[in-house]
């Protein structure tokens, strides 16, 4: 499969030089998009996508980790000759470190402690816990899901996956299949939502599902708000049903002024900037570098994108 | 050195069931204070030590990590026969998780984010870290600071350790030895405070050493209050010298109410509650169980104290 010329590789909407860098260091040389590229890096939205691309191309780079909007606007299905990947994987570690600090803030009741202006030790030992011994079901195991594991083992605690298949996850002690994810709700001290938005997946979390978690229980969304009930899930924070959320992504989203949302101490909210500019830019340069490198190589891209999937 | 009959263990103040299943899952058996026993497991505190040891006691295993009042109060130079252990190093998964909730919640501007009522992720995307490639220094490396250092590695973060020694800690890319620690301040992107109270390391952070590390700066104490000059602190935090603080001990201890450090929403308090008592039991059973299995075998206990250098 490898080609005997260096792969041609455009970069759009604009050439930024660390791009550049990238196609360079992957194996690969630039070129514009006129002029018949092997493969386009794409590191805009999907407003500016352009309509038609060269029938050279046959592997396009998207730039966002869920590409539901790329799939909605009929962008992929327009070029089903062509091989499309997301970025997904490549801001999994800076995500699931966000899923972590949500989680430590919520067991050690770091909300209630910022809150306070005097010393009460006994006050807060009741509610505090260690995610030491701790179970954590995680919801999706895609990139982020999968960096989540290990740091949560240093942690001391226990990943308890679910997937589409139920295929073992590398580092879960046990992954259930999303048929049997009722099971899961009151087994799982914690949970992590990190799968993609679908149809499939839409409200997955509403009354019932929090109905059936521990009242210890806190709840981290990092991948995208509709997956969660936000009635269901104001109604269970206020009455205590669960422990607590933290939320980088809500519905509706942004979250308006005023919302419930912002006003209950157990709900920790950060404006889904879990994956700051400043630290997504390089992040997506080294994928795009090893995808290049994967391209170049003739192996498939990492984050293949299945249209029927959804991501 | 083992033993032809079990080590005679007592147990005081009082024997607690968690702690006579120790004894025997370490291989001794339990006795009175009274009835010669070759050692004393203390779950109490200092207050209420016997003022006389049997002449048969061998070992005292003591439960607190830092036993600075059992020296300054004569009780360990009184019965130079005896070897005696802390339970340092028992606690320090979950003080270390502790510090790393604190690194966590502060790079990510978590106090900040629980103060807002909008959803504006601009105002907040200059102020994001990340631990993944920053460097933590973890001044001393007892065993709260090496619990850290493979948590810290987990989530992408390298430790530089500062010891007495400079002798290299296993998972430190760099060691330095007491005498250098000037060289870290500004080197290193956050500190970690897990140093024991000795009148070496009283104020050992005052404003010049505040002044010397970065703005992005965040300083996390677990350890006690004193290793830092608080009214220095107070006005970095005021002025921003550094970016922040977490602190589980404080100087004075408790926190008086009204104290500056508890209205300023760059300084993060926890009421010294990182090693709560619904944790703090069974990991001194573990510590207990481990160090009984080590004295029956002839084995030097874990955590020997070393009244010279004050822990």
Redesign the interface.
């Known amino acids: 499969m490898t080609s005997e010329r260096p792969s041609r590789i455009a970069v759009g909407p604009s050439l930024e030089p660390a791009f550049a860098r990238a196609v360079t260091s992957g194996g690969g040389t630039v070129c514009a998009l006129d002029e018949c590229p092997d493969a386009l890096v794409w590191t805009g939205g999907h407003e500016t996508f352009p309509a038609v691309l060269p029938a050279s191309v046959r592997w396009v780079q998207l730039p966002a980790a869920g590409v539901e909007n790329w799939l909605t606007e009929g962008i992929i299905k327009a070029h089903p000759q062509v091989t499309w990947s997301s970025a997904a994987g490549a801001y999994a570690?800076?995500v699931a470190?966000?899923e972590?600090?949500f989680l430590?803030?919520g067991v050690?009741a770091?909300?209630d402690?910022?809150a306070?202006?005097?010393?009460?030790?006994g006050d807060?030992?009741p509610r505090?816990g260690?995610?030491?011994g701790a179970t954590v079901g995680i919801i999706g195991t895609g990139g982020i899901g999968r960096a989540l594991i290990?740091?949560l083992?240093?942690?001391?605690a226990q990943s308890l996956a679910v997937t589409r298949t139920g295929r073992p996850v590398p580092g879960a002690v046990e992954t259930f299949p999303v048929e049997r994810i009722d099971e899961l709700w009151p087994l799982a001290d914690h949970f992590v939502i990190a799968a993609p938005a679908t149809s499939e997946t839409e409200r997955l979390i509403g009354a019932e599902e929090l109905s059936s978690m521990k009242p210890t229980a806190w709840l981290v969304n990092v991948a995208r708000g509709n997956l969660i009930d936000t009635d269901a899930l104001v109604d269970a924070l206020t009455r205590g049903t669960i422990a607590g959320a933290g939320l980088d992504v809500t519905d509706p989203?942004?979250?308006?002024?005023g919302h419930p949302l912002?006003?209950l101490r157990n709900a920790?909210?950060?404006?889904?900037?879990?994956n700051?500019?400043?630290?997504r830019v390089p992040a997506y340069v080294e994928h795009v570098t090893e995808n290049i490198t994967r391209f170049a190589s003739g192996l498939e891209p990492l984050a293949v994108i299945d249209p029927r999937a959804g991501y």
């Open positions: 570690a800076t470190e966000h972590v600090m430590l803030a050690r770091l909300p402690h910022l306070a202006t005097s010393w009460t030790p807060f030992y505090l260690t995610l030491r290990p740091m083992a240093a942690l001391g989203e942004p979250l308006p002024d912002w006003s920790m909210i950060t404006p889904h900037d879990s700051p500019p400043a630290l």
